[in-house]
């Protein structure tokens, strides 16, 4: 089997798996709201005060939480995918694509393109509820997040992939992600900003791909960022690629008794 077969065949599989588990779908949705409405909603009046919008660069807090929601929704989606990997070693679907007659470099970039593909569209059905409750959120930048969504995808997927390669219980996995989960979601700008946050904290932000997906989503959704946009999405590829080739070369030294 070539190469672009053996990633369309895998991408396939990773999106109907998604369509057909109407479950995950819902709390796609589900989840991201509950964050808006008893997150958002309540801290929203308690930045209601005269100059509290200079906090969030001129927007309201809801309108600022919002836009954050669509990076919350792939990064939680992508990297919480990775468990799959886990279910298929104990059905033992596994091992067959590791002796499959084809490249498995092929089979995991498919693999992860796939589950990408369906955490950005969790992500773009996020956005459009989020047109509903935050005022200012600009119609002409859906497109350049949604590709910062799939880059911010493409790089948790990868990390997800490798780090179940490591564990053969989904209880292991869930609790590594549950513990990288929350530092990372709240040093990277998507609940307050980053120029509020102690020195210590930014010098984790800095160096979180999540940070440059949120800034780069705000900017082309409300026209506020901390950072230049080509920054951006320079960095975030940058981050991306080295996520996506560790999981390649994890994948590559598999073994089917690990």
Known sequence: MGFIKAFYVMVYRQVKRYVSA???????????????VFFGLGWSNVFNFPGATAIFGGLNYITYLASGMISMTIFMGSFISGVSVIWDKQFGFLKETLVA?????AI???RAFGDSVTTVIQGGMILA?????APGLRVEGVIPALIYGLMLAMGFTSLGITLSLKFSSTEGFQMIVNLLTMPLLFMSGIFYPISNMPDWMKAV?????????????????????NFNP????????????????LAVRTFEKATIED
């Open 230 to 245: 080509l920054y951006d999405v320079a960095l975030l590829a940058i981050l991306t690629l080295a996520l996506t080739a």
């Open 108 to 110: 995991i970039l498919g």
């Open 129 to 133: 509820l989020m047109f509903l409750i």
């Open 22 to 36: 109407r479950s995950r779908v819902l709390m796609t949705v589900v989840n991201p709201l509950i964050w808006v």
């Open 205 to 225: 932000a800095y160096v979180n791909p999540l940070t440059y997906a949120v800034d780069g989503m705000r900017y082309w959704l409300t026209g506020v960022s």
């Open 101 to 105: 007659p084809a490249p498995r470099s």
